[in-house]
């Protein structure tokens, strides 16, 4: 389902921020030797995520699903000067190309690379976070969530990429389609649970922002 037409989604690109050149190097690099590259965040959404950032000004980010580091560049633009990004990823054959843009970055000292199962990992890591973005494993999104809950504060922001599924939220559902029922579940916590007020954005294919209360 599209839920803007290439014209208006064209438009929204012309009017918003440009794209930075590494991040255009990126994307181009990502779409020549990745699969799936519809998976990168890209421009727009880059845009909103780095403005999102720059609005908090984070010391401390948690990035679930890197892919191919496009989000976590964009993330990095807001953090503090002693900050840091720590972002999770079960692919170990795309850590080189993560490497590689974060040091022509400039902040690869402040991103902190994990490799593994983060519902194993997030544990692990003793720091409360500002802002995190959750944009991995569909399926795990309502675990993601109660695991995250560990790791903020009162004012953390939490930020879940995919949540309309293109448009699969709002049509009838197969039961064998553990992606979408995991989705419905998520945004339904989301709603209700008391210790985050949320607001779904129609961006690019639904962004959730939640702040903890």
Partial sequence: MHFLSPQLEKYIE?????????????????HLK??????ITGHFQGRVLSMLSKII????ILEIGTYTGYSALCLAE???????????????????LQRKYFEKSGFGAQIIQHTGDALQIIPTLDINFDLIFID????EYPL???????????????????????????????????????????????KED??????????R???TLSRVL
């Fill in 136 to 139: 991995a494993e569909k399926r």
């Fill in 78 to 96: 807001g953090l503090k000067k002693e900050g840091e990004l720590h972002t999770i990823d079960i692919n170990e054959e795309l850590i080189d």
């Fill in 57 to 60: 000004n984070p010391t401390n």
């Fill in 144 to 190: 993601y969530f109660h695991a995250v809950m560990n790791k903020t504060k009162p004012g953390s922001i939490i930020l879940s990429d995919n949540v309309l599924w293109s448009g699969k939220v709002v049509e009838p559902v197969d039961e064998k389609d553990k992606a979408t029922m995991a989705l419905l579940e998520y945004n339904r916590t989301l």
């Fill in 34 to 39: 990745v699969l799936q590259p519809r998976m």
């Fill in 14 to 30: 012309e009017s918003s921020e440009n794209e930075p050149e590494l991040l255009e190097e990126l994307s181009r690099e990502t």
């Fill in 194 to 203: 008391p210790r985050v007020a949320t607001v779904l954005l129609p961006i």
């Fill in 205 to 207: 294919d639904g962004l």
